[in-house]
């Protein structure tokens, strides 16, 4: 399968391609990484984004490439490797996207594509606690904090009720 495109006021979501690799390993090289595991080499960071990417042919969900401008700013989707409990919706802007509403307004889009192909009733985040950022945007966006289980002990999860939607 491969992402349909999505378009918001501002942006168009769409199909990762192979340019949009270089950002995503220079995130995981910075200190950026640090609540997504890193920092880490190229290597490494190939084979979290490739598996990533796989998610469309394999579950017919994944990360979208995130476009502003003709320009790619990020990528946000829907995410599920394994020992997930349940489908995350995820992101990640570029530097130069980052506190410009770039991912709450592409996340909303994810989460209303969501529940219109899978008729989903919820997504939920997982993120470390000291990642303040993430969570101020998975509350911005009409999250709520729960009990469910995380990835990780210790994980805040954020759980997205979608039927509002």
């Given amino acids: 399968m491969i992402a349909p495109t999505l378009h918001t006021a501002r942006l168009t979501l769409r199909m990762p391609v192979l340019a949009d690799f270089g950002p995503r390993a220079e995130f995981y090289a910075s200190d950026r990484s640090v609540w997504e595991g890193g920092p880490i080499d190229r290597r490494a960071a190939w084979r979290i984004w490739a598996s990533e990417v796989a998610q469309w042919s394999l579950m017919g969900f994944g990360p979208f490439a995130v476009d502003h401008d003709g320009a790619y700013v990020g990528e946000v989707g829907v995410y599920q490797p394994e020992g997930y409990p349940e489908p995350e919706l995820g992101w990640f802007v570029t530097p130069d996207a980052e506190g410009r509403g770039i991912a709450a307004e592409a996340a909303m889009a994810v989460k209303q594509w969501a529940r219109t192909s899978f008729g989903w009733d919820r ?43």
């Fill in 123 to 165: 997504l939920v985040n997982y993120i470390e606690p000291g990642n303040t950022r993430s969570i101020a945007l998975a509350l911005r966006i009409g999250g709520q904090r729960c009990d469910l289980p995380g990835t990780e002990p210790g994980d805040v999860v954020i759980l997205h009720d979608l039927r509002a939607l």
